[in-house]
């Protein structure tokens, strides 16, 4: 985006308001629901939950139930989770099965969906008991770099219209070549939106996250991409150098000691992403490149260290060029709810969802990935879930600190003072595109 037309873009979010009730509202909640998570591409799983065929991957959005399934060693495929009898769920969590079975009067479907066996099948008049009305009801699947997605609604887009133009970003990335390095999940007490968008600006950095200005300039330029967005720091002082909110805006002229001290903390306060592995690269900036070298030539020897000690242990470094990562920046928002801070050696993820209709409360996942040697993989990560949003041995420093803020911006949100929220034009047009983005979807929807 050239600046004249961004200057353009940031006039008119300048104006840009989100109601209350988008948040708040039961009745939004419920519109939510019907125009837009039965009609859209989402997240359900990764391809790692279910390696072996019957494996299987429950997948629950607001009242709605999926059955996520391997058929064979090439094929996943999905039905709608509910038994055409008496309508009891056929699978709870995930699991592995040779057939699918209902648990209250004994009927099962092979994997494919199709009928297998109903007990006392005779005593139905043939028409109602025939394979074509008993075959689980199948929802729509699609695949991209190791992540399942589905689509409640038969006549959707496909996943790659969906998903364009971010994918051209991300693609690069070899995201698929990353494994599960740790996940966690609790139940938040806010709207699912409010969830997401704490981590989906870096404006709130300079006073949530406060300790990172020491090491970091923290203002964020944000880009839409249609229905998806993205920032970086790119724009901003060198990785390493103090904020210039400490600075008064001069840069540090040394920003070997900060990019250690990043690296550092990030891996200590978050354990996660591409930070985990890159802790030794940036020891070897501190040790290894000279006091007073230019800071652009610092980090170019940092992302060369970061490279050898990839190859170092064996990993797959993914066919992308420095020009394709600074294109992409650090987070991207896939909409309507997947975020994820990539890196050429790993992902920090994050999914947030309703539980049920209720607008106070969402399902929140945070999840890790590396990128390991081959048959290094580590086999069957298991999620990991706490209340306790306060537990920094649990969440690492940096998740508590958001957690802080969801359940009392919700609260907030209902005060009669409150007018809607004007979020800032520059560093947060990600949050403008994905209400611009939701709004325009339950209005019309794709194809509209």
Request: aromatic share 12%; proline share 5%.
């Amino acid at each position: 985006m050239n600046e004249q037309t961004r200057i353009g873009q940031a006039q008119e979010d300048a104006g840009f308001v989100v109601s209350a009730k988008n948040y708040v509202s039961p009745e939004f909640a419920r519109t939510e629901a019907e125009r837009m998570w039965y009609r859209v591409w989402q997240m359900a799983c990764r391809e790692e939950e279910i390696p072996n065929v019957g494996d299987f991957y429950t997948y629950d959005i607001v009242d709605q139930s999926v059955i996520v399934v391997r058929v064979s060693a090439d094929e996943i495929k999905a039905y709608q989770n509910v038994c055409p009898h008496r309508g009891r769920t056929l699978t709870e969590g995930c699991g592995h099965a040779a057939r699918l079975f209902c648990k209250y009067h004994g009927w099962s479907w092979k994997l494919d969906g199709t009928i297998a066996k109903v007990v006392d099948r005779h005593e139905w008049p043939q028409d109602m008991v025939s394979d074509e009305a008993l075959n689980l009801v199948p929802v729509k699947l699609a695949r991209w770099q190791g992540w399942v997605y589905i689509n409640l609604d038969p006549d959707c887009v496909s996943l790659e219209e969906h998903l364009s133009p971010a994918k051209d970003f991300l693609d690069p990335f070899d995201l698929g070549g990353l494994r599960y390095h740790w996940r966690k999940s609790t139940i938040l007490n806010c709207n699912w939106k409010v969830a997401l968008e704490a981590f989906n600006e870096g404006y709130h950095v300079q006073t949530t996250h406060s300790q990172m200005l020491r090491y970091f300039d923290d203002w964020t330029q944000a880009y839409a991409h249609g229905r998806h967005s993205h920032f970086g720091y790119w724009e901003s002082m060198p990785m390493g150098s103090r904020s210039p909110r400490l600075t008064g805006g001069e840069p540090t002229a040394d920003i070997r000691p900060g990019i250690k001290d990043y690296m550092e903390d990030m891996a200590a306060t978050l354990n996660a992403g591409s930070s985990v592995q890159t802790v030794h690269a940036a020891r070897r900036v501190a040790d290894e490149v000279p006091e007073g070298t230019p800071a652009m030539e610092v980090l170019m020897k940092f992302g060369q260290f970061i490279y050898e000690h990839a190859l170092s242990l064996g990993l797959k470094w993914p066919d992308i060029t420095p020009e394709q990562m600074q294109a992409a920046g650090i987070d991207w928002h896939l909409f309507p709810n997947q975020i994820m801070l990539m890196g050429p050696t790993g992902s920090l993820n994050y999914r947030a969802r309703p539980v049920g209709n209720d607008p106070d409360q969402c399902i929140f996942d945070v999840y890790s990935m590396q990128r390991y040697p081959e048959g290094q993989e580590p086999k069957n990560v298991e999620v990991e879930w706490s209340q306790d949003h306060a537990d920094k041995d649990f969440w690492g420093l940096i998740l508590t600190q958001d957690f802080a803020n969801v359940a009392e911006v919700q609260k907030g949100m209902k005060n009669r003072a409150f007018k809607g929220a004007i979020p800032n034009p520059r560093q947060e047009t990600a949050v403008i595109n994905f209400h611009r983005s939701l709004e325009d979807f339950i209005e019309q929807g794709y194809g509209a």
